[in-house]
T-cell receptor, first 113, second 113 residues
Framework: DSGVTQTPKHLITATGQRVTLRCSPR?????VYWYQQSLDQGLQFLIQ???????AKGNILERFSAQQFPDLHSELNLSSLELGDSALYFC????????????FGPGTRLTVL | AQSVTQLGSHVSVSEGALVLLRCNYSSSVPPYLFWYVQYPNQGLQLLLK??????LVKGINGFEAEFKKSETSFHLTKPSAHMSDAAEYFC???????????FGQGTRLTINP
């Protein structure tokens, strides 16, 4: 158990819908990262937040957004969902960033029908 | 952009045999390098990391990896495979000055009895 929790574990929804994925980092970790794992793209970095502020952006679509709240939990919002958004979404956390290990949560499996 | 290449999407070894999973990175400056393992239906777990200290890095579960700058490689080895090692293994790089991880495509390790 990494100490990073993600809810829900599974999510099935329809095209055009909007969903919210939630992540709680390990106690004391200030950085939260979101990654997407799909069969065709592999594991890709989406976005990072540090202590409530966006710090880095990767291959995140404009239909996707994220935020980190004062209690340091983070949410990833996916809207206007398409079939191709079906994937495993991982959250990771670290104390700060530079050489610190990123600890991964168990992931949320999103299926868009 | 920095990247990692994992040679072989599938590797199969016999129980008790040497495990060798290959990873090459592209970078003019030695980055930080990581190996993660993903068991079925689970998140990613850190096996080991290289952060410019010792070039031979020992990790959990008997795995180790050697950083070779001249070959831009960071191959993962284990002297004797166990059935419990069956999983997907990901090599990742954290470029200097960045905090995101860039992952390879993964290598699925199968252990034959």
């Amino acid at each position: 158990d990494s100490g990073v929790t993600q809810t829900p574990k599974h999510l099935i929804t329809a095209t055009g819908q909007r969903v919210t994925l939630r992540c709680s980092p390990r106690s004391g970790d200030l950085s939260v990262y979101w990654y997407q794992q799909s069969l065709d793209q592999g594991l890709q970095f989406l976005i990072q937040y540090y202590n409530g502020e966006e710090r880095a952006k990767g291959n995140i679509l404009e239909r996707f957004s994220a935020q980190q709240f004062p209690d340091l939990h983070s949410e990833l919002n996916l809207s206007s969902l398409e079939l191709g958004d079906s994937a495993l979404y991982f959250c990771a956390s670290s104390v700060e960033g530079t050489t610190d290990t990123q600890y991964f949560g168990p992931g949320t499996r999103l299926t868009v029908l | 952009a920095q990247s990692v290449t994992q040679l072989g999407s599938h590797v199969s070894v016999s129980e008790g045999a040497l495990v060798l999973l290959r990873c090459n990175y592209s970078s003019s400056v030695p980055p930080y390098l990581f190996w993660y393992v993903q068991y079925p239906n689970q998140g990613l777990q850190l096996l080991l990391k290289y952060t410019s200290a010792a070039t031979l890095v020992k990790g959990i579960n008997g795995f180790e990896a050697e950083f070779k700058k001249s070959e831009t490689s960071f191959h993962l080895t284990k002297p004797s495979a166990h059935m419990s090692d069956a999983a997907e293994y990901f090599c990742a790089v954290r470029p200097q000055g960045a905090q995101k991880l860039v992952f390879g495509q993964g290598t699925r390790l199968t252990i034959n009895p």
